[in-house]
């Protein structure tokens, strides 16, 4: 069964680029399915924000496009998240997911908080 | 981008009770690419429906999801007590993928 694991900092200075992994373990990235990232504000609401797959395709959020490097390290199962120029507005638990058909979440990580403020 | 609208915002049911959840699309799904989401305080979502009527791996049968194009709905026929939380429907059809904004099912 596949497990996914966020990690990286809890607290990102603003205007400074935001840095998360997902270590994968049960399943190989580069077999099948598509990897992605989502995040929840302190609000509750849920937003998509980018998708990598299996070949390395990517797909970002156009509203997050112009900030936004989703990437795959092989040798390691891994994928990252790079966000630059944060605001206080990427606040947010950082979720990354497996889906089957682009950006669905069939399997997700258990989160990791970010908070941006100096 | 297609804006999804989940209703009602609330909705208060005693176990036992049938559960109806609403998701409206601002504009058709392509392929019915979407989802229904779980989701308890301090964990991640959990998926129980997608492609709108297929349940997920592991999930009761008294989870279904119906609909097509614009409307689609969660069903859950006799609530268990575990099935209180916050429901979320996705669409994943097309860019950028959306979420809906919710619907909290209370103990009532």
């Known amino acids: 069964q596949v497990q996914l694991q966020e990690s990286g900092p809890g607290l990102v200075n603003p205007s400074e680029t935001l840095s998360l992994t997902c270590s994968v373990s049960g399943y190989f990235i580069t077999r099948a399915f598509y990897w992605g990232w989502m995040r929840q504000t302190p609000g509750g609401g849920l937003e998509w924000i980018g998708t990598?797959?299996?070949?390395?395709?990517?797909y970002y959020n156009p509203s997050l496009k112009s900030r936004l490097t989703i990437s795959m390290n092989t040798s390691k199962n891994q994928f990252s998240l790079k966000l630059t120029s944060v605001t206080a507005a990427d606040t947010a638990v950082y979720y990354c997911?497996?889906?089957?058909?682009?950006?669905?979440?069939?399997?997700w990580g258990r989160g990791t908080l970010v908070t941006v403020s100096s | 981008e297609i804006v999804l609208s989940q209703s009602p915002g609330t909705l208060s049911l005693s176990p036992g009770e049938r559960a109806t959840l609403s998701c409206r699309a601002s504009e058709s799904i392509s392929n019915n690419y979407l989802g229904w989401y779980q989701q308890k305080p301090g964990q991640a979502p959990r998926l129980l429906i997608y492609?709108?009527?297929n349940r997920a791996t592991g999930i009761p049968d008294r989870f279904s999801g119906s609909g097509s194009e614009t409307d689609f709905t969660l069903t859950i026929t006799r609530l268990e007590p575990e099935d209180y939380a916050v429901y979320y429907c996705q669409q994943y059809g097309s860019s950028p993928i959306t979420f809906g904004q919710g619907t909290r099912l209370d103990i009532k």
């Open positions: 492609g709108a009527t």
């Open positions: 997911t497996r889906g089957r058909y682009g950006g669905d979440g069939e399997s």
């Open positions: 990598i797959s299996h070949s390395g395709s990517t």
